[in-house]
């Protein structure tokens, strides 16, 4: 580790950096799935303590090059809360913030545009009962209107209101979205959005009329998947390790 990221590990709390490692994981996975829009899209996260402060990545930076100490970290109004040679996109802050300051059980917020993502959110009905992913996702899922890009502040109400208490969100012509109590759980359940996009569109695309389940399984398939899941983290190890056979930078 050279000194600059040295000093980054130094200067900040066990807990912060063991969050910013499971961040910069985080956005390495997302550029191992595919799943990253070049340099346009975000993952924050809530910084462990009392501060509202909040760890995003640095704007220009590819999701293949982040790392735990090239993480910004920035208030609640975006401004940097720590000295950092990168900016921040203020575009992709304004959803960040929103939803970070209506919700405290939203450590990590997730936000992608990926192409399945992005075309399931163009269909009106949205996402439907049609696979053991939509099962979970539907028990706890949530639409946002498309306004345009995200440079907004009033947009933050209607955004919050239509989340509610919900851990998914599509939103409309635009991408999804996740929370989490955890870095862990909101990778987990945005790796089970996606999912379930790619699934309704491979699905739609056969031609054959669809079979849909039953709002009592829907029910059934919430705390069967908590429980199956532990929230991420039976999973979350297994991802890390395999980050580590790639490539263990995203550590420094």
């Known amino acids: 580790m050279n000194a600059p990221l040295q000093a980054v590990r130094s200067r900040v709390s066990a807990d912060e950096w063991a969050r910013r490692v499971d961040l910069a994981a985080c956005y390495r996975l997302i550029a191992v799935h595919g799943w990253d829009d070049l340099v346009f899209t975000h993952v924050s996260a809530r910084v462990p303590g009392p501060e509202h402060h909040f760890l995003i990545n640095p704007y220009g930076m590819m999701f293949e090059e982040i790392t735990a100490s090239s993480l910004v970290k920035v208030d609640l109004e975006g401004r940097k809360a720590m000295d950092s040679p990168h900016e921040i996109n203020p575009a992709g802050f304004v959803i960040h913030s929103a939803i970070h300051a209506a919700r405290d059980d939203a450590a990590c917020v997730l936000h992608l545009h990926t192409l399945d993502g ?42 919050v209101h239509d989340l509610g208490d919900r851990e998914f969100m599509v939103l409309r012509n635009h991408g999804l979205l996740t929370v989490g109590t955890s870095v862990a759980s909101a990778f987990l359940n945005m790796y089970l959005l996606q999912s379930v996009c790619t699934i309704q569109l491979r699905a739609q695309a056969g031609g054959a009329t669809l079979k849909r389940l039953s709002q009592d399984v829907i029910r059934r398939n919430d705390g069967g998947w908590r429980a199956v899941s532990q929230n991420g983290g039976i999973a979350w190890p297994a991802l890390l390790r395999k980050l580590d056979r790639r490539d263990a930078s995203w550590r420094d």
């Open 118 to 159: 992005v075309a399931l959110s163009a269909q009106a009905d949205g996402v439907l009962p049609i696979s053991q992913q939509a099962s979970v996702v539907l028990n706890s899922l949530a639409y946002h209107d498309y306004e345009g890009i995200a440079l907004d502040d009033d947009e933050k109400p209607r955004l």
